[in-house]
């Protein structure tokens, strides 16, 4: 096992069991915004498909560089590009299968007209994917977080389909988190 997996194994464990439900069968083009140092981005690597392309989105440089260490630890058949962005401005990337936003949605407020504009990056049928604590109370560290319900009602906000919440795990941090699934629309308007 890589430095990395042996590092972040506990964080590991419970990220997948939150992720894995809403990846299934997915594969394609897909986006972590606000990445971090990218523990998601690593396990997007292990459950996308070999000739999927991920592009893993953050403000800080730092926590870039750590990713990148731990991607040529990890060279494979997943291509894996770093962007140095906010994802809260307008993004050049290429139309998305998937977008992923793990611990990252809770600092933004307001996080309607960000989320519409994410959406817009979705193709067809393409799912977007979040990771947040289930409350509304926020602190320093988490300030603006989305509780589960509250999920449901944004992504019918920006044009989603069918959301639904696809795992829940306890949380010494602020008691639970969740995963939320929703898919951009196959016809029609948003």
């Known amino acids: ?6 590092r972040a194994a506990r964080r590991i464990d419970k990220a997948q069991r939150l992720l894995e439900p809403a990846i299934v069968g997915a594969g394609g083009v897909w986006a972590d915004l606000g990445c971090g140092e990218g523990v998601f981005t690593m396990l997007l690597t292990t459950l996308l498909p070999p000739d999927s392309v991920i592009y893993a989105v953050d403000r800080n ?3 870039l560089q750590v990713l990148e ?5 990890r060279q494979g058949e997943i291509t894996v590009h770093t962007r140095l962005a906010d994802f809260t401005q307008p993004l050049e990337l290429p139309p998305l299968d998937g977008l992923l936003l793990a611990n990252s949605l809770h600092f933004v407020n307001p996080k309607q007209p960000v989320m519409a504009r994410l959406v817009e990056q979705l193709k067809p049928g393409g799912r977007l994917i979040i990771i947040e604590y289930n409350t509304n ?13 509250d999920f449901l009602t944004l992504a019918a906000e920006v044009g989603l389909q069918a959301p639904q919440l696809v795992a829940r ?10 995963t939320g699934l929703a898919f951009a629309p196959v016809s029609g308007h948003r």
């Open 1 to 6: 096992m890589s430095r990395w997996f042996d």
């Open 61 to 63: 440089p730092a926590a």
């Open 69 to 73: 260490g731990t991607l040529i630890e």
């Open 137 to 149: 109370r926020g602190n320093s560290a988490v300030p603006y977080p989305l509780a589960d319900r």
């Open 169 to 178: 795990q306890p949380s010494t941090f602020l008691g639970e988190m969740y």
